[in-house]
């Protein structure tokens, strides 16, 4: 084989907005929190709370981690091992809580399954609304994730275990599960992640004797002021997060199984008989968990103001824009939405050529550390900011602070649906096109490149709408200018009188009508090769 | 390699861009529920010349811990938004620059400027709203929360996450007392004895919790003065009267105070935006933005805020370096008294 | 016009071809025969450039190709899982080296690509839309329409199943005997190499173990290795004393020094009825006829029965010494 290795250069840009956006404000922030006082990091150790908030963050994410596996992974197989009327549709419906900003999600689920909710229990304050709220949130993670290697495992493994003699349920315990692990684990660490990290929903929906470690940092540094504390926190939950990252890349490299992958239009088929019952449960599962919130806050912006109808879409005009500019605000998230959605490909493509090139531990390293962003403490970084980006250039209160924020957000999941893709087009193609005279320019720009472009657009338009949701980072970066969307949002939602309450939902509901739009043509887009997002 | 290059242009572009906001701008570091009408703002500027820069980054106490962290080499010119409750640590962490106005000689005293180093901007009261239509009969006193007929009514938003919520609590540690027979903690254990609900912040409390406003049960809820007016303003359909009310008991009352920073390169500016926060069209303006009110006794409120709001004649208020030095403590015994 | 000279490559420590020596003649194919893991696919990857050499010359037409890079040798190369482009059409893929080279006319000649080898027409269709036949033949006419200077052929009928495989390869005889490209084709079929090469190289674990016409490498293998390869079964020990080899009650005249020698009996130099008592091992039916296994020796041949014989039967056979050869 040539030694067709893409230069490591390629990672820099990648490396050097980590190094500089991340890792140097995190070390910075956390530095100035422990030498303030060094005395007291012992006494935060010892703490009791210290100890339980730890321990309730680590369980309630494995706990969030399970029942999402649980309900994705069935979920996954249905999408991508059979075909039925409105696949695509549901595809995008579960995609959308991912976006979701967490101040509208904990509204709806109070709606559902708070005080006087819909559902009649109420839950508000104990960990199952946590929980609930968390599976709400990754099931697209999982189900896109899993489903996605699923839809091109071949078939004929499965067949092969069953002629030998395997039952159904032994057939995925041998074969399948084995086979998807590498994605399972994929999809379970960063579920892993971000629930470990959860704010606003543990927020909101938890107890106060329910809080995770990001809850207690914000607690800390907000109102405490006890920036020590905070350290201490950030540092736990870095090194935890790096911990669970070693273990799960360790684990990858172990358990790469080179294995034959069909297209997906090979393996899908429609559901007969008893299928067609299990199917709709694996697909409704998910569905109602997805859909039943969101038509909360459908519903409450269509009966807004007494009758049903769309009039408290006027609710967002009646908004003084003296108090929260919409229009604004709309302009900045897609604004921003542009700008971080170029950014993370000029950042994160390159990226990913390296890490598809490079089978060894090197390539998953970087991949590994690309997820670093995601399982860390927004407030934490936000004061990195301010206490590292002065000098030589006072970045500070730049503005482009924020599309960076979304884009080291974003970054992970571009390289994770492009890389097997990238990883797809495979040497024979290259030396094919290298024989017929294309230079390796040339190999590039008529064979990578354009192979690559349906998961580009993806992994775009998933940069585009991270961004749009985002809300935890951009809350807590000093900014100028006026808001994003999610930002709006949450102001809207800490201010009194119904106007603002209905403002709140409508953009919401315009937020997740951006989103569907979105994810469907993502949908469209998906690579026909294989593609993990 | 071209992309390194691209990138580094746009890392160098942008940063030119921060770094060039010339002497014309002035930058305001405030928090996410800062608002001003944008005509006010092109007047300031057609006016003097200066340009205002809006810094949002998150809500107060990020804000304020934001700035500490920069203290002496400000992000900003001027910082809006340090309450009482927030006040003392400002001014441990050597933030400001004094600055007198003369636009608020006769006034700001009352309100207190840290020795002249902060300027009073508006003041707004931490009080307990009632449903009107679901409780005729309100609670006439902080006292009468304990009582057997208020119970499962009231909900408070957590003290160590929220600012109302902190807010709240002083106004009962002023009032019951810390070495009394019956202190502050007694209350809230009464309070927790009566069902009291603490839920995470002021809108899942108001939005949520509340019957008047949210799909929740309780009547009571620990919210503004300003609430009910805000009802009456942002209603659709309109209505004349809210089906919310303050009760004027417990209330705690809350400064926000604003600041030149300690090292700031346009000095003369930030003082004019501090003056131009005094001046009468912007003090006018906070009650419709901001649910406050405005320092100046000669701005003008509002009709609606006239006929709703109140403004309570005996708020309660604790100096700020008490509030600092015990808060924490506070705050624990708080949570070993109504969570554990 | 191809001279390829102690052609060394390695993989790591594992060492793939060893010191071989190839040369084409214009007008001629070659085919490269052997087991997997022989090395003849990367001598192929070697003479296309997409392998470094660790030592060796490749020259074509006199000129030293070690330097020049893949995209520019001429050398047309056939993928054995074709490597069509998925994300190009028919049309697309067959005029891809064309638009490298910058040919004017190109629509034309993919036309006459295409017509070459019998897909007229096809030029809109998507590469999944064809079957293993089709593609086999976009490939061909993708690597022919720039008019290489040499085409290489790896396993070029190795995915399609036989009946398809027999009909192509007389195409592809056809095909290569009109256009006059010289062509090395890699196979581990010796049907496909004999009905394809002018000559035949046997590669045995990265080294030429034989090269000549088929029929010569058929009949003269030289090395129980060779002849094992191109399928060769009655191959067995004699005892030789006076230049005379014997192997159980079969004598046969050879020039041998006394001791042991390695004996080939091909096919079809046994027949039943003759002076040699053996067994039959088993039988299979093979067509009109059955094949008995005879045990001879430390070896065994094949001998035609009209009607099927069971193993551990007696038979007599006798064997035509024009049909024996020794191995080394």
Not at chain 1, 64 to 69: A, D, G, K, Q, V
Request: aromatic share 8%; glycine share 10%; charged share 15%.
């Amino acid at each position: 084989m040539t030694p067709r290795r893409s230069s490591a250069l390629l990672a820099l840009p990648a490396v050097v907005l980590g190094i500089v956006f991340f890792a140097w404000p995190m070390v910075s922030i956390i530095a100035t929190g422990l030498s303030a006082d060094p005395g007291r990091i012992a006494s935060i150790l010892g703490k009791g709370t210290t100890l339980s908030t730890v321990w309730f963050t680590l369980w309630q994410a494995v706990a969030s981690t399970i029942l999402t596996l649980l309900v994705g992974i069935p979920a996954a197989y249905a999408f991508s091992r059979f075909r039925f009327p409105g696949r695509a549709l549901a595809r995008v419906l579960v995609t959308i809580p991912f976006v979701l900003p967490t101040v509208v999600v904990a509204i709806a689920f109070l709606a559902l399954i708070g005080p006087g909710g819909v559902l009649g229990v109420d839950l508000a304050g104990t960990v199952w609304a946590i929980l609930a709220a968390h599976v709400f949130f990754n099931l697209a993670v999982v189900i896109r994730t899993v489903g996605s290697l699923w839809s091109h495992l071949d078939p004929r493994l499965e067949e092969a275990a069953a002629s030998l003699g395997a039952k159904p349920w032994t057939v995925f315990r041998t074969i399948t599960l084995p086979l998807l692990r590498p994605s399972i684990a994929a999809a379970g660490a960063i579920v892993f992640l971000f629930s470990f990290t959860s704010f606003g929903i543990v927020l909101l929906l938890g107890a106060p004797h329910l809080t995770t470690i990001e809850v207690e940092i914000y607690r800390s540094a907000a109102l405490v002021f006890d920036l020590p504390a905070a350290a201490v926190l950030a540092l736990i939950q870095v090194v935890g997060v790096t911990t669970g990252l070693i273990i799960y890349a360790r684990h990858q490299e172990r358990s790469g199984i080179g294995q034959h992958l069909l297209p997906a239009v090979a393996t899908a088929q429609r559901p007969v008989g008893r299928q067609r019952w299990l199917v709709a449960a694996a697909v409704g599962m998910p569905l109602a968990i997805s859909v039943i919130p969101i038509a909360v806050i459908v519903w409450r912006v269509l009966t807004a103001g007494g009758g049903v109808g769309l009039g408290s879409l006027r609710a967002i005009e009646a908004v003084d824009p003296s108090v929260v500019n919409v229009a604004s605000a709309i302009g900045n998230s897609l604004q921003f939405g542009v700008i971080a959605c170029t950014l993370t490909l000029m950042v994160a493509l390159p990226a990913a050529v390296v890490i598809a090139s490079r089978r060894g531990p090197m390539g998953r390293w970087l991949d590994t550390l690309l997820m670093l962003p995601i399982g860390s403490s927004a407030v934490t970084l936000g004061f990195g900011f301010v206490v590292a980006l002065d000098a030589p250039v006072d970045l500070r209160a730049w503005w482009g602070l924020v599309p960076i924020a979304h884009t080291l957000v974003a970054m992970p999941f571009v390289i994770r649906s492009t890389v097997p893709v990238i990883r797809s087009i495979g040497p024979r193609l290259r030396e094919a096109a290298a024989v017929l005279g294309a230079t390796p320019g040339r190999v590039w720009r008529t064979i990578d490149l354009p192979m690559l472009t349906p998961a580009a657009a993806g992994a775009a338009a998933l940069a585009f709408v991270i961004s749009l949701g985002e809300f935890g980072a951009t809350l807590f970066v000093a900014r100028p200018g006026g808001k994003t969307m999610t930002l709006a949002i949450f102001s809207l939602f800490g201010r009194p009188g119904p106007t603002n309450l209905s403002a709140a939902f409508a953009l919401s509901l315009l937020l997740i009508v951006v989103t569907g739009a979105v994810v469907a043509l993502l949908e469209r887009t998906r690579a026909p090769g294989v593609g993990s997002f | 390699m071209k992309r390194i290059t691209l990138l580094l242009a746009i890392f160098l572009v942008a940063a030119a861009c921060a770094e060039d906001s010339g002497p014309a701008t002035v930058r305001l570091l405030t928090h996410d529920f800062f608002a001003v009408p944008d005509e006010l703002l092109t007047q300031f500027t057609n006016e003097t010349g200066i340009e205002v820069e809006i810094i949002r980054g998150g809500d107060a106490g990020i804000v304020i811990n934001q700035a500490i962290l920069a203290s002496g080499n400000p992000v900003a010119d001027v910082l809006f938004g340090v309450d009482t409750t927030l006040l003392s640590r400002t001014i441990d962490a050597d933030l400001f620059q004094p600055y007198r106005s003369e636009i608020g000689r006769d006034f700001v005293d009352q309100y207190g400027t840290a020795g002249g180093l902060v300027t009073p901007i508006d003041f707004g009261d931490v009080c307990l709203n009632y449903d009107t239509i679901r409780l005729p009969n309100p609670p006439a006193s902080l006292e009468d929360l304990t009582a057997e007929r208020f119970r499962g009514m009231l909900v408070v938003p957590d003290p160590t996450i929220s600012t109302p919520g902190l807010a709240f609590l002083l106004a009962t540690i002023d009032r019951f007392g810390e070495t009394t027979p019956y202190n502050w903690r007694d209350y809230w254990a009464d309070l927790r004895a009566n069902d009291v609900e603490i839920v995470a912040d002021w809108g899942t409390a108001y939005y949520s919790s509340f019957s008047a406003t949210g799909t929740g049960s309780r009547p009571i809820v620990v919210s503004y003065a300003s609430s009910p007016p805000a009802e009456v303003l942002f209603s659709d359909p309109p209505i004349d009267r809210a089906t919310t009310a303050v009760i004027e008991d417990g209330c705690f009352r809350q400064v926000e105070y604003a600041g030149v920073l300690r090292g700031s390169r346009n000095q003369d500016s930030a003082r004019r935006l501090i003056d131009f926060m005094l001046s009468i069209p912007f003090q006018e303006s906070v009650p419709s933005s901001m649910f406050v009110f405005p320092v100046n006794p000669a701005a003008m409120l509002p009709e609606v805020f006239i006929g709703n709001a109140l403004v309570p004649s005996d708020p309660a208020s604790i100096d700020p370096d008490t509030i600092e030095q015990n808060r924490e403590r506070w705050l624990t015994e708080w949570i070993d008294t109504v969570l554990r | 016009m191809l001279q390829v000279a102690d052609l060394t490559v390695r993989y790591g420590e594992l060492l793939a071809v060893d010191e071989v020596d190839l040369s084409l003649q214009r007008d001629e194919t070659l085919a490269l025969l052997g087991r997997s893991g022989s090395g003849k696919t990367t001598v192929l990857r070697a003479i296309a450039g997409l392998v470094p050499i660790v030592s060796g010359t490749i020259t074509l037409d006199g000129i030293d190709l070690g330097p020049i890079p893949p995209h520019q040798r001429g050398i047309g190369l056939v993928f054995q899982d074709f490597a069509l482009f998925p994300h190009l059409d028919v049309g697309d893929n067959v005029g891809y080296g064309l638009r490298m080279q910058g040919a004017a006319d190109a629509d034309g000649r993919v036309e006459e690509a295409l017509a070459m080898v019998g897909l007229e027409g096809l030029q809109r269709r998507r590469t999944d839309q064809l079957s293993g036949g089709q593609a086999q033949r976009v490939a061909l006419a993708r690597t022919l329409a720039p008019r290489p200077r040499l085409l290489l052929l790896d396993e070029p009928l190795g995915s399609l199943d036989p009946a398809l495989r027999r009909t192509l390869a007389e195409e592809l005889k056809a095909l290569l005997d009109r256009t006059g490209v010289p062509a090395i084709i890699v196979t581990h079929d010796t049907e496909e190499a004999f009905a394809l090469g002018d000559r035949v190289t046997v590669l045995v674990e990265g080294r030429a173990a034989a090269t000549g016409p088929p029929a010569q490498i058929w009949n003269e293998p030289r090395t129980a290795e060779v002849a094992r390869i191109v399928g060769h079964v009655g191959i067995m020990t004699a005892t030789v004393a006076d230049g005379i080899a014997v192997v159980d009650g079969f004598q046969v005249p050879i020039s041998a020094p006394d001791g042991t020698a390695t004996l080939l009996i091909r096919p079809g130099a046994a027949t039943i009825g003759g002076p040699i008592a053996a067994t039959v091992i088993s039988s299979r039916y093979r067509g009109p006829d059955w094949v008995a296994t005879v045990a001879l020796g430390d070896g065994s041949i094949e001998v035609s029965s009209p009607e099927p014989v069971s193993g551990g039967e007696p038979i007599d056979i006798g064997i035509d010494p024009t049909g024996v050869t020794t191995l080394a």
